[in-house]
């Protein structure tokens, strides 16, 4: 048995490649998504109609819809609609798109449950729109829901090992490699659960120091 994880021990640099790969990916994909998400919380919080149920429409289909499949459509189903990606890029946009949605709607509960003095007192000095939303009502959120999008970071990480059937190169894709070659599937995808399981821990310190920095502000 410890031959085996010597033998994974002996493709290091495939397995950290693919890490690295699922780091980048989670980065970028959760920070654009967590922009893109802010964008759409907006709109579902917006007396209007014509801007509130098309957001609602896209939040309630991307959450209904596996993210097996979305990848699938981004990656195989667009290149008919004249949309080709490489396969990294497509499952950058699968991530970042898949999961806007979500953090969109994290969002727009803790938006929901805001106090209104914070708001009001922006708009006293001067605040409105965009400007309101970007300096006094974001921060506020991004602290109150850092538990519940932390989770969804979370999320993330364990969404892009889906991607290795578009063959992009992720953490997934590159133990199936060894074990393929080797013959040694335990060794193989025990070692991607503990790394897997290593950066879902750096979250949730990242996420315990977020509540801290919350805590000390109130």
Same mark, same amino acid.
């Given at each position: 048995?410890?031959?085996?994880?010597?033998?994974?021990? &002996?493709?290091?640099?495939?397995?950290? &490649?693919?890490?690295?790969?699922?780091?980048?990916?989670?980065?970028?994909?959760?920070?654009?998504?967590?922009?893109?998400?802010?964008?759409?919380?907006?709109?579902?919080?917006?007396?209007?109609?014509?801007?509130?149920?098309?957001?609602?429409?896209?939040?309630?289909?991307?959450?209904?819809?596996?993210?097996?499949?979305?990848?699938?459509?981004?990656?195989?189903?667009?290149?008919?609609?004249? #949309?080709?990606?490489?396969?990294?890029?497509?499952?950058?946009?699968?991530?970042?798109?898949?999961?806007?949605?979500?953090?969109?709607?994290?969002?727009?509960?803790?938006? &929901?449950?805001?106090?209104?003095?914070?708001?009001?007192?922006?708009?006293?000095?001067?605040?409105?729109?965009?400007? #309101?939303?970007?300096?006094?009502?974001?921060?506020?959120?991004?602290?109150?829901?850092?538990? +519940?999008?932390?989770?969804?970071?979370?999320?993330?990480?364990?969404?892009?090992?889906?991607?290795?059937?578009?063959?992009?190169?992720?953490?997934?894709?590159? +133990?199936?490699?060894?074990? &393929?070659?080797?013959?040694?599937?335990?060794?193989?995808?025990?070692?991607?659960?503990? #790394?897997?399981?290593?950066?879902?821990?750096?979250?949730?310190?990242?996420?315990?120091?977020?509540?801290?920095?919350?805590?000390?502000?109130?």
């Amino acid at each position: 048995m410890m031959q085996d994880f010597a033998t994974v021990w &002996s493709e290091r640099a495939l397995l950290f &490649s693919g890490l690295g790969n699922t780091v980048m990916l989670t980065l970028l994909s959760a920070l654009a998504g967590l922009a893109l998400g802010a964008l759409l919380s907006m709109l579902l919080m917006s007396p209007r109609r014509v801007l509130s149920a098309p957001a609602k429409v896209f939040v309630d289909a991307a959450r209904c819809t596996p993210f097996l499949l979305f990848a699938y459509i981004v990656y195989y189903g667009l290149p008919s609609l004249g #949309l080709q990606f490489d396969a990294w890029s497509a499952g950058l946009v699968a991530l970042t798109i898949y999961h806007s949605a979500y953090m969109a709607e994290i969002l727009r509960a803790a938006w &929901s449950a805001l106090p209104r003095a914070p708001v009001e007192a922006g708009i006293a000095f001067g605040y409105h729109g965009f400007g #309101l939303f970007r300096r006094i009502v974001l921060p506020s959120l991004a602290l109150s829901s850092a538990p +519940v999008l932390g989770n969804q970071v979370i999320q993330i990480i364990k969404d892009s090992a889906f991607l290795t059937i578009i063959t992009l190169p992720e953490l997934t894709n590159a +133990v199936n490699s060894i074990q &393929s070659r080797h013959f040694i599937p335990f060794a193989a995808f025990v070692t991607a659960v503990l #790394l897997y399981w290593a950066l879902c821990l750096v979250v949730e310190a990242g996420v315990s120091a977020v509540g801290r920095m919350a805590e000390a502000r109130r």
